[in-house]
């Protein structure tokens, strides 16, 4: 599998934004990069995926580098509720379907 | 927003013993997973799981390990003799799109299995 590096941690404070970063310098031409976040003592939750142009959702938004060897998650203005684990994940098409979660980083958000 | 559901939401059982947690996967999705995370660990895959068969298994998913889906609904894992080594949280998974524009697999909150 495709291996992400992402920082143990980050804090941010609320209402602020915050720019997750991971570096994927072995990406193949058919990972997508998806980004997935754990709350505590809760399942993975789906937060946005991409594959070469940048994404917007309700959620977030991701922002691709053109080479495809890192991305960036961007949460426009933090909250409370978005302090979790957050995994930068690749996953390719055909018959890899399996989700390889890392440490992740945790992110702490400051009232 | 439909989701997926566990249960039961925790489980105790003594080594030995067989378990089964269920899962109800969102009702339109076709592929569906088990991960687990022991506490303070990563997350890890189990199994996928589409058209009736397995598509894939990790290392972890030895002949202990089975799952079924026995109607249109459910999506169990069963553990035929469980270990100390197997408490953890489960979290089944489902997805609707693997292949498509990308993996979004929705989890359900999970099960905390504890073997005494």
């Known amino acids: 599998d495709a291996k992400t590096t992402q920082p143990n941690s980050m804090e941010s404070n609320e209402e602020e934004p915050v720019h997750l970063p991971c570096n994927h310098s072995?990406?193949?031409?058919?990972?997508?990069i998806h980004w997935y976040r754990q709350l505590p003592s809760q399942g993975p939750e789906y937060v946005i995926h991409?594959?070469?142009s940048n994404v917007n959702n309700r959620m977030a938004s991701l922002a691709i580098a053109e080479d495809r060897k890192s991305s960036t998650l961007i949460l426009h203005r933090a909250t409370l509720r978005d302090a979790a684990v957050y995994y930068c994940?690749?996953?390719?098409?055909?018959?890899?379907?399996?989700?390889?979660f890392g440490k992740g980083t945790l992110l702490t958000v400051n009232p | 927003e439909p989701e997926v559901t566990q249960t039961p939401s925790h489980q105790v059982t003594q080594m030995g013993q067989e378990v089964i947690l269920r899962c109800v996967p969102i009702?339109?999705?076709?592929?569906f997973y088990w991960y687990r995370q022991i506490l303070g660990q990563k997350v890890e895959f189990l199994v996928s799981?589409?058209?009736?068969?397995?598509?894939?298994k990790s290392e972890i998913f030895d002949d202990q390990f089975s799952v079924e889906r026995p109607d249109g609904s459910n999506f169990t894992l069963k553990i035929r003799s469980t270990k100390l080594e197997d408490s953890a949280m489960y979290f089944c998974?489902?997805?609707?799109?693997?292949?498509?524009?990308?993996?979004?697999?929705?989890f359900g909150p999970g099960t905390r299995l504890l073997v005494l």
């Open positions: 998974a489902s997805s609707d799109d693997p292949a498509g524009t990308g993996e979004t697999q929705y």
């Open positions: 009702s339109n999705h076709l592929y």
């Open positions: 799981f589409y058209n009736n068969e397995i598509s894939e």
């Open positions: 991409g594959l070469t």
């Open positions: 072995t990406i193949s031409g058919t990972d997508y």
């Open positions: 994940i690749l996953s390719g098409g055909g018959s890899n379907y399996k989700l390889t």
